[in-house]
């Protein structure tokens, strides 16, 4: 399978390297090393396998930090990638690619907006997060930092 490592996102790299033979030690490595790891987890999940858990990553991510995350989305994050420490590895990895394999202009925009919930979204697919509250006074709404980015850019008339 010939990869165009140009062509995957930060969180496409992540995958792929979680799924390859990259080992669990934190050691140097070299640029010809981690590129074959890329091209080895592209390999084992298959691109649209890769590109599906990549969304569903990102997804996972934005929520985490949003601190929105339901119960079972988080359930099939932890099925999907058991190895915490492993992922987190695998994205500094990622990074340290991006310098060497640079995204492509077409890849920077799929890095911003291929994300997806593997499951029900807290926002309910309206872009805001409501929290109510029994004081209406302190009910508020949060953009759902997964399709909120989607809906500001729609109403900017911006193509995102
Ligand atoms: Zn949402």
Redesign the pocket.
């Known amino acids: 399978m010939t990869v165009d490592l140009g062509s995957l996102t930060s969180a496409e790299r992540t995958v792929a390297l979680y799924v390859s033979g990259m080992p669990n030690q934190r050691r140097r490595c070299t640029p010809e090393q981690l590129a074959a790891w890329l091209v080895q987890g592209v390999e084992r999940l298959g691109m649209n396998e890769m590109r599906r858990w990549a969304r569903f990553y990102s997804g996972h991510r934005a929520l985490e930090v949003a601190r929105v995350m339901p119960s079972a989305v988080q359930a099939r994050h932890e099925q999907r990638f058991p190895n915490g420490r492993r992922l987190e590895w695998a994205s500094q990895m990622s990074a340290n690619s991006l310098w060497r394999f640079e995204m492509s202009a077409e890849t920077l925009v799929r890095n911003r907006r291929d994300i997806e919930?593997d499951g029900e979204?807290?926002?309910?697919?309206t872009?805001t997060?409501d929290f109510p509250d029994c004081d209406p006074d302190f009910s508020f709404g949060l953009v759902?930092?997964?399709?909120?980015a989607a809906t500001i850019a729609a109403h900017q008339g911006r193509i995102y």
């Open positions: 919930v979204c807290p926002c309910g697919g872009a997060i759902c930092p997964v399709h909120g």
